[in-house]
């Protein structure tokens, strides 16, 4: 194997089953390099089961800001040998294979005894962090960066195990002298980075959320938006946020309606098959014009899926979820900074408009981990939007905005009505078709549906906004493609929405000065172009999909997007 220079960035891959530390790996390494300067990126895919199977961590060290999964590896690090076939796409002639001799046997492999190592240091168990010191040799990590991560990481553990963590790490470091020897790594380090935040997609929406002031939340655990739910809960002591973990989805969306209906901002976190369940509660919402604020993180269908892999396929089900005609909000958060504001506007939308907002994510989004700059606490909204009743107080008025004043039941001298049936302005049931039937239609939908429209997100243009070819993104696709850009002699014009629903009242002025337009979502029957097409006319010419589970690469999309140029 000849020696290797690797600079700007590596790409490192470990791989083992459920239960041998692959987690805590990726947990205490991508801290311990952020602290020394370095960007990173990590990603994570994982088999259906509690133990066994072939679980991965893809991890990008840079000297720039990166935050898309590549295709291959630099560095790969295997903890059972049935990680060779899962991973083969991943391994090149180039990839320096690092591995312990007993457990794997590969071909010009480094052989590092993990395990022995780790017992001489006090334990088995602490091969990960004897692992987790052969990249930090190779990155030239400093010793009190190891000791400052290793001790806060295992905060309120014996200090007898923190010393023992930290010596099998400084032994991993030594053993990383090996790998030297194939590889030289030149990386600039950057000291701003250190200051910076080290966020999940699962933490962006939970702290979105409680910079909106969340004071209720409801729902049933379901793979992949499950975190949130942790997350908040962990966090409920400080925010003051009561968390119900409830028996069903359907059970979810009452109480968050009930919640809304009595004052409190409340939230509900799920994925495609809790939101079917949801979909009589999100139509109550439409017509009792009670708020309502969803997380939905999608995964493969139909059915039970691939519960634990990525896919964008819940854009129509989350459009077009509920019986009836109202107004909805859709975001589709690109990247950790836009997941934690558009949640924490969600709220604010859906309070001002009395609609169902919609925060869509998916495994890849929720799963990945990235250094991001820290973000402005006074951009965030946490202002409410009902009033205090009058005697007279009608919860149904007409007004020119299609939004009637929002009263709380105890606020106010009136009495706050609502009704899933019919109702009139007062709030009682009524049968007057002609009349109130035609005026309740055209106020909660088609003229709060415009006041709605008044404030969609732009979509973000990059790329040579002067090329015939059109790439556009949606939600978690967005930074691969922009990443594939860069790989590109001559990128075309790129667009990013990070609102899929309501799109600008413009968009077919804005898309119809490109001659050819390309899609590139992680589904199979290409639904944004779908909806584009059916909105806007848009004649979509190039749908590039990936269906499988897994997420798109940079390299993946360059290549498709050359393709076609």
């Known amino acids: 194997m000849s020696r290797k220079k690797i600079a700007e960035e590596i790409s490192i891959v470990f791989s083992g089953a459920a239960g041998q530390g692959i987690q805590s790996i990726e947990m205490i390494l991508t801290k311990l390099l952020k602290r020394e300067g370095y960007h990173v990126f990590s990603t994570k895919e994982f088999m259906s089961r509690i133990r066994g199977g072939i679980n991965s961590t893809s991890l990008r060290v840079s000297s720039g800001r990166v935050n898309a999964p590549m295709e291959k590896a630099d560095l790969f690090l295997p903890l059972i040998q049935d990680t060779t076939l899962h991973l083969q796409d991943k391994i090149t002639e180039h990839t ?19 395990s022995e190592i780790a017992k001489r240091c006090g334990n088995k168990i602490y091969s990960s962090s004897v692992a987790v010191g052969v990249i930090a040799g190779i990155l030239d990590v400093s010793d009190s960066t190891i000791e400052k991560t290793f001790t806060t990481h295992f905060k309120g553990k014996d200090d007898k195990i923190i010393q023992e963590n930290i010596q099998a790490a400084k032994e991993g470091i030594k053993e990383s ?17 250190q200051d910076e935040m080290l966020i999940s ?112 396929g819940d854009l129509h089900l989350v459009l077009y979820s509920g019986h009836g005609d109202f107004p909805r909000i859709i ?31 998916d495994q890849y989004f929720v799963d990945s981990l990235c250094n991001t700059p820290v973000w402005d606490l006074d951009k965030t909204v946490a202002k409410h939007h009902f009033t205090e009743t009058a005697q007279d107080y009608k919860r149904y008025a007409i007004t020119e905005s299609g939004v009637s004043p929002r009263g709380i039941p105890g606020f106010g001298k009136g009495v706050v009505k609502v009704d899933s049936d019919e109702h009139d302005e007062e709030g009682l049931i009524t049968e007057n078709l002609n009349e109130t039937r035609k005026a309740m239609v055209e106020k909660r939908f088609f003229r709060k549906f415009n006041s709605v429209r008044k404030e969609v997100i732009e979509p973000d243009c990059f790329g040579n906004k002067d090329n015939e070819l059109l790439v556009l993104s949606w939600g978690s696709t967005g930074n691969a493609v922009k990443h594939a850009f860069q790989l590109l002699e ?73 393709s076609i140029q």
């Open 96 to 114: 320096v294979i690092i591995g312990e001799q007993e457990v794997v046997q590969f071909d010009d492999m480094v052989d590092i005894p993990f």
């Open 201 to 312: 997609g699962t933490e962006a929406v939970a702290m979105g959320a409680v910079a909106a002031n969340v004071r209720y939340v409801a729902s049933y655990p379901m793979s992949p938006a499950t975190g949130v739910l942790v997350k908040l809960a962990g966090w409920s002591e400080q925010t003051d946020c009561i968390i119900e973990q409830v028996e069903d989805e359907i059970t979810a969306v009452n109480m968050a309606l009930g919640a809304w209906y009595a004052g409190a901002r409340a939230f509900v976190t799920t994925s495609g098959g809790g939101l079917a369940l949801m979909s009589e509660g999100i139509s109550l919402s439409g017509i009792t014009e009670i708020p309502f604020v969803v997380h939905v993180a999608q995964r493969p269908g139909p059915g039970t899926g691939l519960p634990t892999r990525t896919e964008q």
């Open 177 to 193: 002298a090996k790998i030297q020897e194939y590889l030289e790594v030149v990386i600039e380090k950057d000291a701003s980075v």
């Open 331 to 361: 975001y589709a958060p690109g990247t950790v900074e836009e997941a934690f504001y558009l949640t924490n506007q969600a709220f604010d939308l859906a309070d001002k408009f009395q609609v169902p907002v919609f925060i869509l994510t």
């Open 490 to 562: 001559s990128p075309p014009a790129g667009m990013h929405f990070s609102q899929v629903w309501p799109l600008p009242e413009n968009i077919e002025d804005i898309l119809s000065r490109y001659k050819r337009i390309a899609v590139v979502e992680n589904n199979a029957s290409a639904q944004f172009a779908t909806l584009l097409k059916g909105y806007a006319g848009v004649p979509v010419t190039h749908n590039i999909v990936k269906f499988t589970g897994l997420p798109f690469s940079q390299e993946e999309i360059a290549r498709e997007i050359q």
